[in-house]
Every structure is written in C-alpha cells, then in structure tokens.
C-alpha cells in the first residue's frame, strides 16, 4: 500500500510552504475568524468558509482530529476593517428599528443556513463575543498589567511599540494601510489599536459593559485572541481567514497575544489566508440585482454546491475571478460529474457501503478514518494508485485544482470496476464535500425564482420543441426557445450531458 503524502501547508507568516506537524500528533486546533452578523454573508466571505472546511475535511481524510472554533462577532467591529467609524451592530440597529440582539440572531441563523447550504460541517465550538465581554475584559487588564496598553479619554489602547516585530505577518505594510487606522488624538503611535472604547457622553448604545476604563465595548481584534486562546490553548496549529486581515486584524491578534504571554508566541504556529473572490464586472453588485449573496444564486436557479464548485476549481490562494460564465462553468462541470456518479450507481452491484457517509460524524471528524476504511478495503491496486495521486494533490497545500481531475479521471476509466470507482467517489468527496454519492439532477436544476414557467412547463415546451426540430419545423422549434428564454430558462442544444436546460445567468 502506498504511503500516505506528506502534508505541506502554506504559512502566512513565513510566505513559506512547510510540511505540517500539530502540537497533539492526534488532534488539530483550528480557529477561523467568523462573520459579523448584521447582514447576510457575502459571496466573497463565504469563500473562507468553504475553504476552511475543505482543510478541515483533508485533515480529517488524512486521520486527524480537529477541534475547529469559529466566532460570531456581535459586538465590537467597527464598519471599518481599520479599526475606524462606528459599531457595525449598532450602525445596523439604527438603520432598521431593531434590537441588535433580534438582529444578532437573524443573521446567525441564515449564516448557519447558507453554510449547510455549501456542504460546510459545523464548527466544534461557535464562541459567540458577547458572552465572553468578562473575558475580555480580563485579558485586557492583564496586557494593561504589563505595559503594553494606557487610557486615553476615548479607551483603553494597545501600544505597539510594544510588541517586537509588530507588523510582521502583514510583511511591509504600506503607508495607506497604516493611515487607514482610526486617528486618535493622543494616541503614541499611529498603528495603536482599542482594546476597549469608552461610550462617549450621551451616547446611545444598545451594548455597553461597565469596566476599569468606564462603560463601553470591547476592540473588535480582542475576542478573536481571547475565544482562540482560551479555547484552543497559549497556543495551537492553525489559524485561518480571508487575506483581508491579514494586515490589520490578524497583526493585531498576534500583538495581543504575545503582550499578554510575555512571550514571542503569536497563537497559532500556522496562519493561513485565502485570496479574494475577484468581481472585475459588478456581478456581485447588491445595487445592480447581482450575485451578491448565496441566497441570490439560488434565486437565479444555480444551486449552492456550483459555487463550492468553483471554489474547489480554484487554488485557495489564488484569487478567484466571479463571473456568470464561470458560475456557468462550475455548474455544468458539477453536473458533469453527477451525470456519471448517477451512472455508476446503476451500474455498482454493492452499494450497502454508502450508508457510512450518512451516519453522523462527532464534531471533530473522529467517524472519517472509520469512514475511509469502510469504503476503501476492496480496493484494487489501479484504484489506489488514484488515490495516492489525490493525496498528493490535496497535501500539497489543498491543490484541489488538481485534486478534481484526479477524480474525473477515476470516474472514466474503465478498466477500474464500476463499484470500485463509486467507492472512489466516495473517499474523494470526502474532502471535496460535494455530496457526490447521493446528489441526483433534480437537486442541481433549480427553478429560477424570477422564471414565470413551472417546471411542469418547462418539460411540456422541451418536449413541444424536441417533436418540432425532429419534424424540421424550426419557426416553431425557434418560437419554443423564445418562449422558453422569456421565462427564465436557456435550452441547451445539442449538450452531450443530456441537460435540456440551465437557468439564464445573465451576462
């Protein structure tokens, strides 16, 4: 049997790629960096998740366990990423009439929606900042206690004079970043953050907490070092987010963190960013009536899992370039690919393994070893060689680009037994967390909710236009497609995947 590949992950820290080692040789302690829910998830946020719990689900098919914590942040996050402006949940409560704690709850629940949505396991631990206030509080007594913090009128602020090597994760930030901090008068240095702001007189905030520096709320980068150390340790294997902070709010982490060890230790040993999702043509645009959230696409009539699609399509750190076409693209390989599962589980003679992907994991992924063997264990030799070649590609740095025609490729050879090549879809997808196995057309062909034609239609007029081109009446075929395009639906002749039709994109 082939040795498992090594694992290399890159770290933000060194921009280096390094084989990975946990603290524990059994479990791995993750944090990401979670949503700040005053508003549904953007397409463009939803990348980190999928990309976090593609690591997760590839540590957990290499025999790791993870302990993985994710924040929701309620309180703290000001409306801009650079420590600057106003409460982004009271900036929300103001606009709406509405409590933060109602608004709080909203968007929790449709972020936990969406990620259901997209194939993503929820989190070992959700670390919610507004029940750690007290918490927070401490901690940042305790780097007050050590030099690292002094008061102003305004708050309780971080020195980062401080702290040796501040900055270094973000390497050399330029000026414009720095400038983009919140300009404080009296503050030491112009990167010194707030790790609690005093309400100002009068103010009228719905959350405020009484602490040494007056009544006030918590700095938005303190509770992502509190929950991460208290949760996961001094410190733990890998910490994730999107490439957006990682010149201020992971900087800034790191600075709390080793102010309040007294120690070099920035909290993970491996910090792990995923690049933008790129929208060069305004497609995401919420004024323009774009693809703004997952919510959008499925309106459009493209399933969430096109987009997990094209996330896997597209190297984490590489930035991924959002367009029609390329959602387009997406669904169709995704349809390609349940076209052939669908056909390989007609043909499969043993499918009592499958009932394994269906039982419940715990929250560290401990049932996926049992999973892997399950599916594995009659496996022939050619079918493993496709398997080494997928953990090649997935512990290299989660190259799931190259991953997915590893699975393509197993799919269509046929000099592998249709059985074995389903249970290589099913140790695959896994990882990709596609729901390959059990997924079937229907799922993938959602009714555009704009389209004024009911599916039923749909069938009828495809069936109409099919009997007028085989009778080489084309005025009508082409009449049937207009009427088909004018209610939302794009026929899609002469595609050798059978798919008679595709909700309409856009450009």
């Not at 994760?169 to 330029?174: D, E, F, I, S, V």
């Not at 997924?439 to 034609?453: I, K």
């Amino acid at each position: 049997m082939t040795a498992p590949a090594p694992l290399t992950l890159f770290n933000s820290m060194t921009r280096a790629t390094a084989p990975f080692v946990p603290i524990d040789p059994d479990l791995v302690r993750i944090y990401s960096c979670g949503p700040t829910v005053y508003n549904f998830a953007h397409l463009g946020n939803l990348r980190a998740y999928v990309f976090t719990d593609t690591l997760r689900r590839m540590l957990n098919w290499k025999g790791y366990a993870v302990n993985h914590v994710i924040n929701i942040t309620d309180v703290g996050h000001l409306t801009s990423d650079a420590d600057a402006g106003d409460d982004k949940m009271e900036a929300a409560a103001t606009a709406t009439g509405r409590s933060i704690h109602e608004i709080a709850a909203f968007y929790t629940a449709a972020f936990k929606a969406d990620l259901a949505a997209l194939g993503v396991r929820a989190p070992t631990l959700w670390s919610v900042a507004t029940e750690h206030v007290q918490d927070m509080i401490a901690f940042a007594r305790t780097i007050e206690g050590h030099g690292a913090a002094y008061q102003l009128d305004t708050g309780l602020y971080f020195d980062t004079s401080r702290v040796p090597d501040y900055g270094l994760l973000a390497g050399a930030r330029p000026d414009d970043v720095v400038a983009r901090i919140d300009a404080v008068a009296g503050k030491r240095n112009a990167a010194d953050f707030a790790l609690w702001r005093t309400s100002a007189p009068g103010a009228d905030r719905q959350m405020e907490w009484v602490s040494p520096w007056g009544p006030g709320a918590p700095g938005w980068h303190l509770e992502c070092s509190v929950m991460s150390l208290k949760y996961l340790g001094r410190q733990f294997d890998i910490h994730t987010g999107g490439i957006d902070h990682r010149e201020i709010h992971h900087v800034n982490e790191i600075a709390q963190n080793q102010a309040f060890t007294c120690t070099s230790a920035t909290g993970a040993n491996v910090w792990m960013h995923n690049n933008f999702l790129v929208d060069r043509g305004a497609k995401m645009s919420k004024s323009k009536g774009g693809f703004a959230t997952l919510a959008s696409l499925v309106e459009r009539g493209v399933s969430p899992l096109a987009y997990r699609m094209m996330c896997l399509s597209s190297h984490y750190r590489s930035e991924l370039d959002f367009s029609a076409d390329g959602l387009g693209a997406a669904l169709t390989r995704l349809k390609r690919l349940v076209s052939a599962v669908v056909a390989l589980r007609a043909k499969a003679t043993d499918t009592g393994w499958t009932r394994v992907l269906a039982e419940a994991t715990d929250a560290r992924g401990a049932a996926t070893t049992y999973q892997r063997d399950e599916i594995e264990q009659p496996l022939g030799t050619k079918a493993r060689d496709y398997l080494a070649k997928f953990d090649a590609a997935i512990a290299a740095d989660l190259m799931t680009p190259q991953a997915l025609p590893v699975l393509e490729d197993a799919i269509a050879d046929k000099a592998i037994p249709a059985d074995e090549r389903l249970r290589l879809v099913g140790s695959m997808d896994l990882v990709l967390g596609l729901g390959l196995v059990t997924l079937d057309r229907r799922a993938l062909s959602l009714r555009p909710a704009a389209a004024t034609l009911q599916e039923d239609d749909v069938a009828t007029l495809l069936a109409d236009r099919a009997a007028a081109r085989a009778a080489r009446d084309f005025a009508t075929s082409d009449a049937l497609r207009d009427q088909l395009g004018a209610g939302g639906v794009e026929v899609m002749d002469g595609d050798p995947l059978g798919w008679e039709w595709r909700p309409l994109l856009g450009d």
